[in-house]
RNA sequence: GUGGGCGUAGUGUAGUGGUUAACACGUCAGGUUGUGGCCCUGAAGAUCGAGGGUUCAAAUCCCUCCGCUCACCCCA
């Protein structure tokens, strides 16, 4: 029997509720902050996730969809948004656009990982970019765009991480430091962690080992490595992130120094928002700031900004806190089922009244016609359908018909043409 | 890549060595003449994840593989 491949998953009709509903909402809340919507392909060139997303990172290491179509070009199934927007914006000379650009997209992303809980190998994330601004404002107005999306989703108690990790210049020495600083402990350490003190010692405040936890709470902090503009943007972007709190008051702000993320693109702020209960893979949105990117991408000097959010972790927490689906979102059944006891003369009959309510609108399903009259009653009651419409060789001689409301059980003839039919159907 | 737990009808479960593998939900049919939801009756539906082994006898014990799941790593 086949299988979903691994990690993968149907989104089954009861499902699509939820899923309308979360993607409702996001287009609402970017529709709101002026954002505007791409799409870019499942799959790009290998290359420009290597570059973008870095070599160094876990994704591009291990974790990358690539194949090789029959020209020997390497394409890879896209791990993450940024890098392919990036590309868009290049590629379609965005930069000529008047800036800041803003934009957001919804898409299914690719990583070849032991899939656990919050954890797939497809998964859809909504996520938001804003090209050409590098003012403070810019990131907590993109942050403010994430607490008005969780917000509208009702989601509670979440807790915003923030920092700042600097830019290229200032993190070589805050990564020489952090060396210097853990060296000497490398003997307690695991072999993942003496390898990141060697190659990235950032990625060191990141580790779970416990062993390093009170290390870490000691070690250098990326914001006492800031230079003076940097810091500037710092202070100003967690001033204003603090005002939000005012108005989002379902967040609290948490300055956390270990903060690094493990995308290489980022400088400056950074951030991720958590469940205040974490576990595991808890982090449902999270974002930074990324000035170099662009430019490493064979573009223009712009800066960036953007974050990203996966969907499913959002339906695990709304989940866990009992949320009730907004009733326009549940699963409605037709306004009309079609009860015919008869020849095939009736059934035509049938599916002409069909077709031209249809055609007006009105949702519309003919019942198995081979049941009897309790089979298709049944059918009509089991789809959640409003109305029935009955019609047997009786009612055809006499051009008439039995329209019935499920609600209420209430029962009227009614005249057999269809602009009659639809008359009653629009009343009820 | 590493480790733990688990694989029995469509779904959720019971069954831990002994006839035709049980129950609930779901599906289909019937419950008198042409009427759904509740109720009642019946039917269909499972090579007990796969292969091998032990045994007179295996869903049950052993081995291998596969799958699912949770955790680590990492991330959304």
């Known amino acids: 029997m086949y299988q979903a491949p691994r990690g993968t998953s149907d989104i089954l009709p009861e499902q699509q509720g939820i899923w309308n509903f979360i993607n409702n909402i996001a287009k609402n809340s970017s529709e709101i902050f002026g954002f505007k919507e791409i799409s870019t392909p499942t799959f790009e060139e290998t290359e420009l996730f290597q570059r973008g997303v870095g070599s160094d990172s876990d994704i591009v290491q291990k974790e990358m969809y690539s194949f090789t179509d029959s020209s020997e070009k390497s394409f890879t199934l896209k791990p993450e948004g940024t890098a392919a927007t990036c590309r868009a914006f290049i590629e379609n000379g965005m930069n000529n656009l008047p800036k800041p650009i803003r934009l957001f997209y919804i898409s299914s992303m690719y990583r070849h990982e032991r899939p656990q809980s919050g954890r797939l190998r497809q998964h859809h994330q909504f996520g938001a970019e804003v090209f050409g601004d590098e003012s403070p404002e810019i990131d907590s107005e993109l942050i403010e765009l994430a607490l008005h999306y969780l917000n509208s989703l009702g989601l509670k108690n979440l ?23 853990f060296g000497p402990y490398k003997s307690q350490m695991n072999s993942v962690d003496k390898k990141r003190l060697e190659t990235n010692p950032i990625r060191l405040l990141d580790s779970k080992d416990n062993n390093l936890e009170n290390l870490k709470e000691n070690s250098p902090k990326s914001i006492d490595y800031l230079d003076e503009e940097s810091k500037l943007h710092w202070n100003s972007v967690l001033n204003n992130v603090h005002n939000l709190t005012k108005t989002y008051t379902k967040f609290d702000i948490e300055i956390d120094h270990k903060l690094v993320r493990g ?9 991720e928002i958590h469940p205040n209960e974490e576990k595991s893979q808890s982090s449902i949105l999270s974002g930074g700031r990324y000035d170099d ?10 800066p960036g900004v953007g974050f990203g959010s996966g969907i499913e972790r959002i339906i695990l927490n709304l989940e866990n806190q009992q949320f009730l689906l907004p009733d326009n979102y549940i699963n409605k059944g037709p306004k009309l089922t079609m009860i015919s006891l008869g020849n095939q003369d009736l059934t035509n009959t049938c599916i002409e009244i069909a077709t031209f309510l249809r055609n007006n609108n009105i949702s519309v399903i003919l019942a198995p016609k081979n049941r009897s009259i309790k089979g298709q009653m049944r059918y009509a009651n089991s789809c959640n359908s409003e109305n029935v419409l009955i019609i047997g060789e009786k009612e055809l001689e006499k051009s008439s018909a039995l329209i019935k409301n499920l609600k209420d059980s209430s029962e009227k003839p009614v005249d057999l043409s269809p602009k009659n039919i639809l008359k009653i159907l629009k009343k009820i």
């Open 159 to 181: 807790k915003i991480k923030i920092n700042s990790i600097g830019d290229l210049t200032t993190r070589s020495k805050f990564s020489e430091d952090l060396k210097l600083f």
């Open 263 to 271: 995308l290489d693109y980022y400088n400056r702020t950074v951030f």
């Open 293 to 302: 990117l662009m430019n490493l991408l064979g573009g223009p000097d712009v």
